[in-house]
């Protein structure tokens, strides 16, 4: 799946008008666009939209998301009264959301709602019994030691495989674990710190609990040094590797598969993709290294750490106080309902998704998304078809390709159905886990069966979007469908810039360096010339150095290869978006508007998207993690790359925002 974070697209509806969007007001008028276009469009909104105490970042986006929440607060506060004439999915989300909101019972219980699994843990006696914990542990949503669960068959994508995968790490990446400058040292001894107060908490001596986080340490380490790392595994070829169940023990003998397997309940399967063999080398060494009691402790943190957003508030602020506060630099935990009805949202999000679009995403809006989302479409069919670097063999592939992509809006046509789901009003953590233990039987029940081409993998009310290359398809959830992103307020030129270049960033990813390795049935397969590959990948070698020179923070550089695809879907979407205006523009001279000619207001709108502060710990973070460049990259590369732009601007040579060379590949 490949997510377009926080790049919301169109709106129509209840919500249309509920939010602000593009305005002048927010510019700053004193900066010269040609030097620094992002404060010139964003500088004012910038100087009076501070950070949130409880946000790490601040956008415009991030407004719009929490707008949703209050809807969606709305939503379950109704549901949330105890009334004989609530529905079923009234009575899953409201007893959910109650549950979660009631704070006094969250404290009294402490830790007892985990003490079942706990004393399970502890009684473990051999490295044998590790397989029986994991297999209570994974569907409860406990991420250790590794990831199993099930995906299209990347050369057979009509089918779903068995996949298992790197994981167990605690932090955020596995460079947190190997890097040796004074800020990664200096991270790690806070997350050891971390480690030792939460087993204090869950009874462990202090002294004893000082040991044991190190041991947590030394496993994850271990773990991270057999991972894949991140500009790694955009390569799909790296992540491919199909295998017999018996492949899978002979890499990793220390560990009973067969018995995992068993206990899951999957369906029978004898082959499964193994994404990152070399992992499970690793992962064979730990068990085959640590003590039966290291490796009980590293369990014990992993089911605190899974379950600390619904433990007692000991628990919830040290949490915090790591994961928010020192990683992102919040500096106080968001509101109790907000983390509530992201929680409603994570584990039973088809239900709440269903009570939203009925309220605020009208069945006629799929219809008008789809026409401007077509129309893109038709902008990059000319696109393929009018470059100079690409031989018509391979051109007719990729225009293959393009008319097979599907589209996806708003909501699923089917919802899923959480009959099955046992919520209890009062039981925050057993509903969570319920939940949980019910989405991951559901995914695994697909091994063996085809593919689903209409599963969402995002709820309606998220705000974001996604092309997923092993589908071929474009998902907009309803929840982005609204301003700023889409105003019926606004003129053309502003909707093309924002929701245009959001289309043409979806369907561009179809043609990136990891979407070009897929074909149109969503298999990964070579329909390149070996000319033409060459051809792409000296363009997005351009790419590669231009963001790797952008620095979000201190000294912190972009990774370009990390930012590749979504580098090259950001120039890509714009430069299809301005293709569309200027075809409805139909060579006519366009009034000004606000003092802005078209193409002015096309370059604003999409500017006034990405909108933002960002807390210095969240910059830097995100530099090492987030495939996705900051918002001020994203708006500087992309306009600094189209001579429309410095055309639109009068720009000239040798300022900012005229690169030389200017990258461009689609």
């Known amino acids: 799946m490949r997510a377009l974070l926080f790049f919301p697209l169109f709106a129509v509806g209840v919500l249309a008008q509920s939010g602000p969007g593009f305005s002048t007001s927010n510019m700053d008028m004193t900066a010269n666009p040609c030097l620094d276009f992002y404060q010139y469009a964003c500088g004012t909104w910038m100087a009076n939209n501070p950070i949130p105490p409880d946000q790490s970042r601040w956008g415009t986006f991030d407004a719009l998301a929490d707008r949703n929440r209050a809807v969606l607060r709305g939503i379950l506060e109704k549901a949330s009264v105890d009334d004989a004439k609530r529905s079923a999915v009234e009575q899953k989300i409201g007893d959910f959301y109650a549950s979660c909101m009631d704070e006094s019972t969250i404290d009294q219980l402490g830790t007892k709602p985990l003490e079942p699994e706990l004393k399970r843990i502890d009684a473990i006696a051999s490295k044998g019994q590790i397989a029986d914990e994991l297999v209570r542990l994974h569907p409860m949503g406990v991420g250790a030691l590794f990831n199993f669960s099930s995906t299209p068959d990347a050369k057979n994508s009509t089918q779903m495989i068995a996949d298992a995968d790197q994981g167990g790490l605690g932090l955020p990446d596995r460079d947190y674990y190997l890097k040796q400058d004074p800020k990664s040292v200096k991270l790690r001894d806070q997350y050891v710190a971390h480690v030792e107060t939460m087993l204090e908490l869950a009874g462990e001596s202090p002294a004893q609990a000082a040991a044991d986080s190190k041991a947590v340490l030394r496993i994850e380490t271990e773990l991270a040094k057999g991972s894949l790392d991140r500009v790694a595994r955009r390569d799909p070829n790296q992540t491919y590797h199909k ?33 990152a063999p070399d992992f499970f080398k690793a ?32 628990f919830l602020d040290s949490n915090f106080q790591f994961f928010g506060k020192t990683l992102t630099g919040a ?26 679009v009925e309220q605020a995403f009208p069945p006629e809006a799929k219809a008008r998304v789809l026409s401007m989302v077509h129309e893109i479409e038709t902008m990059l069919g000319q696109d393929i078809q009018s470059l100079d670097w690409m031989t018509p063999a391979t051109k007719q592939q990729a225009l293959v390709k393009l008319k097979a992509v599907t589209n996806k809006i708003g909501y699923p046509d089917q919802w899923r159905d959480y009959s099955s789901v046992k919520i209890v009003r009062g039981e925050a953590v057993g509903n969570d886990e319920r939940a949980t ?9 697909k091994i063996g069966t085809p593919v689903d081409p209409g599963e969402w993998n995002m709820t309606p009310p998220t705000v974001n979007a996604y092309y997923s290359p092993l589908h071929n398809n474009i998902n907009f959830p309803a929840g982005i469908l609204q301003p700023p992103f889409f105003d019926n307020r606004m003129d053309a030129a502003v909707n093309y810039g924002a929701i245009g270049s959001v289309m043409g960033h979806e369907l561009t990813h179809g043609f990136d360096d990891q979407g070009r390795q897929f074909d149109g049935q ?20 351009c790419f590669i150095k231009e963001y790797s020179a952008f620095t979000p923070v201190d000294d912190v550089h972009l990774n370009g290869k990390l930012t590749l695809g979504e580098n090259t879907a950001d120039n890509g979407g714009v430069h299809l978006a301005f293709m569309a205006l200027m075809k409805s523009m139909d060579g006519k001279p366009q009034p000004k508007i606000d003092g802005f000619t078209p193409q002015q207001r096309f370059f604003l709108g999409y500017a006034q998207v990405w909108c933002q502060n960002v807390r210095p710990e969240a910059a830097r973070m995100r530099a090492q993690i987030d495939p996705h460049s900051d918002g001020r990259d994203r708006v500087n590369g992309v306009v600094g790359n189209m001579p429309e732009f410095g055309e639109a601007f009068a720009c000239h040579a040798g300022q900012s925002m005229i690169h030389a060379p200017a990258c461009r590949v689609w």
């Open 283 to 314: 992962l064979d060494a730990v068990l085959k290294d640590t003590s039966v009691a290291d490796l009980k402790v590293y369990l014990r943190w992993h089911l605190l750490h899974a379950e600390a957003p619904l433990l007692a508030k000991p």
């Open 437 to 445: 233990e019910f989405e991951v039987h559901r995914v695994l029940n």
């Open 243 to 275: 295998m017999s169940v018996k492949d899978l023990q002979a890499l990793a003998p220390g560990f009973d598969w067969p018995k995992y397997f068993a206990g899951l309940g999957t369906p029978s399967f004898v082959d499964l993709n193994v994404s």
């Open 522 to 541: 969503g298999n990964l397969r070579n329909w390149w010339t070996p000319e033409d590959a060459t051809e792409f990948e000296k363009r997005a070698e």
């Open 331 to 356: 500096t106080e935990l968001k509101p109790r309902w907000k983390r509530c009805v992201d929680a409603t949202d994570d584990d039973l999000g088809f239900a709440l998704g269903q009570k939203y």
